[in-house]
């Protein structure tokens, strides 16, 4: 059974910064994609960065330049960098994996409250 535990969440005032971490664990290939969403009340859940297994990063507009999306494949570990965040970057985010032959599968999500 595949296991994605996030952390780092936690409340965090405009313009500071946070880390999240999410390790894999359990049976798993190889993970082809890495990547962290985020889902506000009233809104749909949105992508805000991945990673592929070479390296190539994909950023939501709303946080590039801002948010740095690293993974280590040694580990099975993706993490995601916050700086000068913004009230409007309150969400829950979810780390999110696409594991080779086997498919997607979702943390539980770590909430991130940012107060201005």
């Known amino acids: 059974q595949v296991q994605l535990v996030e952390s780092g969440g936690g409340l965090v005032q405009a313009g500071g910064s946070l880390s999240l971490a999410c390790a894999v664990s359990g049976s798993i290939g190889s993970i082809n994609v890495m990547g962290w969403y985020r889902h506000t009340p009233g809104k749909q859940r949105e992508l805000v960065a991945s990673?592929?297994?070479?390296?190539?990063?994909n950023y939501a507009d709303s946080v590039k330049g801002r948010f740095t999306i690293s993974r280590d494949n040694a580990k099975n570990t993706v993490n995601l960098q916050m700086n000068s965040l913004k009230p409007e970057d309150t969400a829950v985010y979810y780390c999110n994996v696409r594991v080779v032959s086997m498919g997607v599968y979702w943390g539980k999500g770590t909430l991130v409250p940012v107060s201005s």
């Open positions: 990673i592929t297994s070479g390296g190539s990063t």
